[in-house]
C-alpha cells in the first residue's frame, strides 16, 4: 500500500523507505527500430545484455512528441492538459504573439525608480516555470528518498524544491537565450542578419608597429543591461553589457593568446579553449559582478581570420540565476567536475544551420559535450547508493538525429536521399548518428557495472525519430483554404507583424503542431463564435486528412484537444493538435506566424531529421534490467513505477506501473 504525500518545500524530510535503489538513464531521442537494428548487428552489447537478461519494448510517446511536452509528462506522471506545457511554442491570445511555453506571459513588467540613468526596480516580476502538477523527485523526497536528478529537460526556471535537480533543456545562455554564438571573422557573411550568432567582421592591426598585424578586438556580450532598461522594455542589440575580447596572434605559429575580460587563454589553429570565466558588471564599481563562461575555437588564425566564441554559459560555481535545486547543487557537481556546460541544449546546432561551422566543427563540439555527459554521469554513479533514486538525461542522439540525418538515413536504409544531402560530407559522416549509439552504449556500460547489485535499472526515450523531407507552412496552408486573410491582398506576411486582417481570419498556427481558432472572447480580435466553433474544428480536421503532396499524406491525425488531453488547463491548449506523417513537419517560419508563398518545399537545411509529427511514428524506448508487464506503456507509466517503486500512491497521475511491486 502507497501513502499519500503532501510536498512542502524547507520541511526536512522523513525516514527513507527501506527498498532496492532505482536509476532511470533518459536517452533523448533514442529510436526503437534504429536500437534494434544496431542490437542485431552486435554493435550495441550493453543494451543486448539489457534486453535479453530483462525487457525491452516501445515506449508511447506524447501528443505531441516534442521533448518539453514529452518530458514534462514524465516529470509530472499527467498529459499537458494538467502539467500546461503543449509544445515548445505557445501563443498569447491577447496580441497573437509566439511566447516560449517555459514560462507564463508576464502581464506586469513591474515598476522601477530612474536615478542617474539607472532604472532601480521597486517591484519586478520573478520567472517561473509555465510546468503544473507536482515532480516525481518531490513525491520522493516527501518520504525521505535521496533523490539526484542531472540535466532534466523542462525545470527551468528550477520550480522550488528541497531535492537536488539540476536544470537541462530549457535553460538560458547569459544573454537570456538558447544559444547566441559569437563569430569573430575577417570576412564578410551573406545575410548575418537570418543567423542566430553575434557576427562581428574584424580585422588584424599591427598596434606594437612592428610591421605584423597580430592584434584583433571584439566584444562578448553578456546579459541584457537591465539596469538600463525600462520595466518591460526589450533589449536591442546595444542593450547587452560586454566584455572586451582580445586575440593577440603569435607571429610564428598558428597559435594565439585570447583575452576576454581579463582573463587569458591559449588557443591553437582548428583547437579549443577550456572554459575561460568572465565577469559582467551589471552595477558600478563591481557591486553586482554576473559571473559566465565561454569557451573559443580558432577556425583561422591566418591567412584569413575566423573565431568562435560560446554562448556565454552560466557558471555553474558562482550561477547568476538558480539553475539547481538547492541553488549550490550545481556548484556541488562543479567541485568534483569542474565547469560544464549549463546552458539547456550544449550542442551548436546553431552554427551548424548557419553554415558557420562544417560537420567536421560540430563532430568536434559535440566530443566535449560528450566527455561533459560521461564526467557528469560519473559524478552522478559515484553519488549514488542503495536505496536512493538518481535520473540521468543524455542529450546528443537527438540532436546528433536532427543534424546528422541529410547523411545517410539510419532507419529507412533504402530511403532516397534527403533534400539536405552534402556528399562530400557524407563520405566522412554517413556512419555518425549509429557512432553516436554506440557511445551511449559504452555511458550503459559504465552504468551496469557500477551499480549497487539489486538496483533497479531503467532506460528510457522521450520519442523516436524518422527523416524531414518536407516543410509545411500551416499558415501558408491555411491562407489557401481561406481561413487567414493577409491584408492589402498580402500572399505573404506575418503574425507578429500585424499583416493579419484578423477580422475575416477564423484559424491560424503558431507552435509546431498548434493550429488555434479566432474564437470570440478568447482571442483579442475573435470572431469564430463558441456556437460555429466545432463545425470549424471539424472542417478543418478533415481537410487537413485529405492534404497530400502528391501520393503521400501530408498529415497523419488531428486531436482535439479535449479528446486527448486531462486537467485543469485544457482551456490554454490548442484547438487542434497537427500530427504530421512521416516526412513532414512544421517549417519554422510557419512556426512562428510567417505566412510564405509556398505551402510546401524540400528541406534543404541541416536540420534533417525530426520527431515533431504524429506520436505514434516516433515511439521512445523502454529498457529495464527487471522483466516488465504488458504492451503499450507510455512514459507516465514509467513516473507511476518509479513512485511504486517507493511505495509512493499519486492517485492524481496517469500512469500505472510496469513492474511487480
Avoid at 138 to 162: F, M, Q
Avoid at 446 to 470: C, I, K
Wanted: negative net charge; charged residues 20%; aromatic residues 8%.
Amino acid at each position: 500500500m502507497g501513502v499519500s504525500v503532501a510536498v512542502s518545500p524547507g520541511c526536512p524530510a522523513p525516514k527513507a523507505p527501506e527498498v532496492p535503489g532505482f536509476f532511470v538513464l533518459g536517452v533523448d531521442g533514442m529510436d526503437p527500430d534504429i536500437l534494434a537494428r544496431l542490437m542485431a548487428e552486435g554493435r550495441m552489447p550493453h543494451f543486448q545484455e539489457l534486453a535479453t537478461n530483462g525487457s525491452f519494448h516501445r515506449l508511447g510517446t506524447s501528443t505531441p512528441p516534442q521533448s518539453p511536452v514529452a518530458w514534462s509528462n514524465f516529470v509530472t506522471g499527467l498529459d499537458p492538459g494538467g502539467h500546461g506545457i503543449f509544445d515548445f511554442v505557445h501563443r498569447d491570445p491577447k496580441t497573437y504573439m509566439p511566447i516560449s511555453s517555459a514560462t507564463p506571459p508576464v502581464d506586469d513588467p513591474g515598476t522601477a525608480v530612474e536615478v542617474g540613468g539607472f532604472y532601480l526596480p521597486v517591484d519586478a516580476p520573478v520567472p517561473e516555470n509555465n510546468r503544473s502538477g507536482t515532480a516525481f523527485w518531490d513525491r520522493l523526497h516527501a518520504v525521505g528518498v535521496d533523490v539526484e536528478v542531472y540535466r532534466i529537460p523542462g525545470n527551468y526556471p528550477p520550480t522550488p524544491s528541497d531535492a537536488k535537480v539540476l536544470a537541462g533543456m530549457g535553460t538560458v545562455d547569459m544573454r537570456g537565450g538558447y544559444g547566441v554564438y559569437t563569430w569573430y571573422t575577417d570576412q564578410p557573411v551573406p545575410n548575418k542578419e537570418k543567423l542566430k550568432g553575434d557576427i562581428q567582421l574584424v580585422s588584424a592591426s599591427d598596434e606594437d608597429l612592428d610591421g605584423t598585424p597580430e592584434t584583433v578586438r571584439g566584444v562578448l556580450r553578456g546579459p541584457p543591461d537591465f539596469f538600463h532598461l525600462a520595466p518591460g522594455q526589450l533589449p536591442r542589440d546595444a542593450d547587452y553589457l560586454t566584455a572586451s575580447v582580445t586575440v593577440t596572434l603569435d607571429p610564428e605559429h598558428d597559435v594565439a593568446l585570447v583575452d576576454v575580460g581579463g582573463n587569458r587563454t591559449v588557443v591553437a589553429e582548428g583547437g579549443w579553449s577550456d572554459w575561460v570565466p568572465v565577469t559582467y558588471d551589471a552595477l558600478p564599481a563591481g557591486m553586482m559582478p554576473l559571473e559566465g563562461m565561454v569557451r573559443f575555437y580558432a577556425k583561422e588564425l591566418r591567412p584569413g581570420f575566423a573565431l568562435y566564441a560560446s554562448p556565454v554559459n552560466i557558471d555553474p560555481n558562482a550561477p547568476a540565476q538558480p539553475i539547481s535545486t538547492p541553488d549550490e547543487f550545481s556548484a556541488d557537481i562543479g567541485a568534483l567536475l569542474g565547469r560544464y556546460y549549463t546552458q539547456g541544449m550544449p550542442e551548436e546546432t546553431n552554427a551548424l544551420k548557419d553554415r558557420i561551422f562544417d560537420d567536421n566543427d560540430y563532430q568536434a563540439q559535440v566530443g566535449l559535450v560528450e566527455s561533459d555527459t560521461a564526467n557528469m554521469l560519473d559524478v552522478a554513479l559515484l553519488r549514488f547508493k542503495p536505496g536512493s533514486m538518481s535520473f540521468m538525461y543524455l542529450s546528443n542522439i537527438d540532436l546528433q538525429c536532427h543534424m546528422l540525418w541529410r547523411h545517410g538515413d539510419p532507419k529507412h536504409p533504402n530511403a532516397p536521399v534527403h533534400p539536405a544531402y552534402e556528399a562530400d560530407a557524407a563520405v566522412d559522416h554517413a556512419d555518425d548518428i549509429e557512432g553516436y549509439y554506440e557511445h551511449v552504449d559504452a555511458l550503459l556500460g559504465t552504468v551496469q557495472a557500477r551499480l549497487p547489485a539489486g538496483t533497479t535499472l531503467v532506460v528510457m526515450s522521450d520519442h523516436g525519430f524518422q527523416p524531414y523531407r518536407r516543410e509545411v507552412n500551416l499558415n501558408a496552408w491555411l491562407r489557401d483554404q481561406g481561413y487567414l486573410v493577409l491584408k492589402d491582398g498580402k500572399t505573404e506576411g506575418h503574425i507578429a507583424t500585424g499583416d493579419v486582417d484578423w477580422s475575416k481570419t477564423r484559424a491560424y498556427g503558431l507552435g509546431f503542431n498548434g493550429l488555434y481558432l479566432n474564437l470570440v472572447g478568447r482571442e483579442s480580435q475573435g470572431i469564430v463564435s463558441a456556437a460555429d466553433a466545432e463545425a470549424l474544428r471539424a472542417e478543418l480536421s478533415a481537410k487537413l486528412l485529405a492534404f497530400a503532396d502528391g501520393p503521400d499524406r501530408v498529415v497523419l491525425r488531428v486531436d482535439r484537444a479535449e479528446q486527448v488531453y486531462h486537467g485543469a488547463r485544457v482551456g490554454e491548449a490548442p484547438d487542434l493538435v497537427v500530427g504530421y506523417d512521416r516526412g513532414f513537419g512544421c517549417s519554422d517560419e510557419s512556426t512562428l506566424g510567417e505566412v510564405e508563398a509556398a505551402v510546401l518545399k524540400d528541406n534543404t537545411s541541416r536540420w534533417s531529421g525530426n520527431h515533431l509529427m504524429a506520436p505514434e511514428v516516433v515511439p521512445g524506448v523502454l529498457l529495464s534490467n527487471q522483466k516488465i508487464k504488458g504492451e503499450g506503456h507510455e512514459l507516465a507509466d514509467v513516473t507511476a513505477t518509479i513512485l511504486s517503486h517507493f511505495g509512493v500512491a499519486a492517485p492524481d497521475i496517469t500512469g500505472q506501473s510496469f513492474l511487480s511491486p
